[in-house]
Structure formats: C-alpha cells, structure tokens
C-alpha cells in the first residue's frame, strides 16, 4: 500500500521544515474593500489554532521561543507585507504561551 505524503511547512521563527500539523498557522484575514477597490480596512493578523480560517498563512513552531525570533526578525510583517501593532504580538504570544 502507497504511504499517504505528509505537508511539510518551514517554521518562520526557526526555519526548520516540519509537519504541517506540528505547526501553528498565523493567518492574516482579507482585507476590507469598497466597490471601487479602495481598502476600507485592514485585515486582523491572529492565530489560526484550526488551520482553516480565510486569509494569507504563515507557520510557527508552538514554542515561545520560535515565536519571539519570528517577531524580533519581523518576520510575520515580512510575510503579510503590513505593520503589525505589539499588542497583537502580545496576544498571540500569550495564546502560544498558553498552548505550549
């Protein structure tokens, strides 16, 4: 019997290749626009604990440390293209902190 292939995903804090499903995925939701394109609101960056919410995905290791490499680095903004707030960094590290 064929072996089912396993996704892989690199970490953004360590750059390590490891099972998507020992990651946590970061997503950043779509942005708000009106009818002629204009942007009316940016989209919220939080974890995505499920994997299936809507939105640009980047993955991190469910350690704190991974996480603060990740946010010293700026590696999440990187990846989204947009300015992140530190209170978002702080929930999120918190919700890591919590599920570790």
């Known amino acids: 019997m064929k072996q089912k292939k396993i996704p892989m995903r690199m970490c953004t804090g360590c ?17 708000q626009r009106d009818e002629e394109g204009n942007v009316l609101s940016q989209g919220e960056v939080s974890l995505d604990l499920t994997g299936r919410k ?14 603060n490499a990740a946010r010293r680095a700026r590696r999440f903004e990187k990846a989204f293209s947009c300015r992140i707030p530190e209170e978002v960094y702080d929930a999120m ?8």
């Open 15 to 31: 750059g390590q290749m490891k099972p998507k499903r020992e990651l946590v995925r970061v997503v950043k939701a779509p942005d």
């Open 54 to 67: 809507n939105g640009r995905g980047a993955y991190i290791c469910r350690s704190v440390e991974c996480f």
């Open 93 to 100: 590290e918190e919700e890591i902190g919590a599920n570790e």
